[in-house]
Nanobody, 127 residues
Framework: QLQLVESGGGLVQPGGSLRLSCAAF????????IGWFRQAPGKEREGVSC????????NYADSVKGRFTISRDNAKNTVILLMNSLKPEDTAVYYC????????????????????WGQGTQVTVSS
């Protein structure tokens, strides 16, 4: 029940792109605000992006602004993180998370706001 599964990670060269998916099982993702987080070796988990349950509001970390795009695909019960112009600094395990709080028009990138977490997908940016 209430599972999140990330996919789409892998090895990519600097400047390349990856499309991460967060699929929900056991609940309808439309009702939840979704956040993407990442954790690099030796570093704390940081917020990358988030999207409100309505899809009308998004936020991005300054480090990825202009390069990453978050969106919802309600028909497939997924949230997408499109990552363009990838840099070695983007290397990390990426996690998606869902909050059951009623964030229709806002979202936050603080870990404590989220109730459900996926197990992560590895993204490695290297030549």
């Amino acid at each position: 029940q209430l599972q999140l599964v990330e996919s789409g990670g892998g090895l990519v060269q600097p400047g390349g792109s990856l499309r991460l998916s967060c699929a929900a099982f056991g609940f309808t993702l439309d009702y939840y605000a979704i956040g993407w987080f990442r954790q690099a070796p030796g570093k704390e988990r940081e917020g990358v992006s988030c999207i409100s349950s309505s899809g009308g509001s998004t936020n991005y970390a300054d480090s990825v602004k202009g390069r990453f795009t978050i969106s919802r695909d309600n028909a497939k019960n997924t949230v997408i993180l499109l990552m363009n112009s990838l840099k070695p600094e983007d290397t990390a395990v990426y996690y998606c998370a869902a909050t059951s709080r009623g964030f229709k028009h806002i979202c936050m990138m603080t870990s404590g706001e989220y109730d459900y977490w996926g197990q992560g997908t590895q993204v490695t940016v290297s030549s």
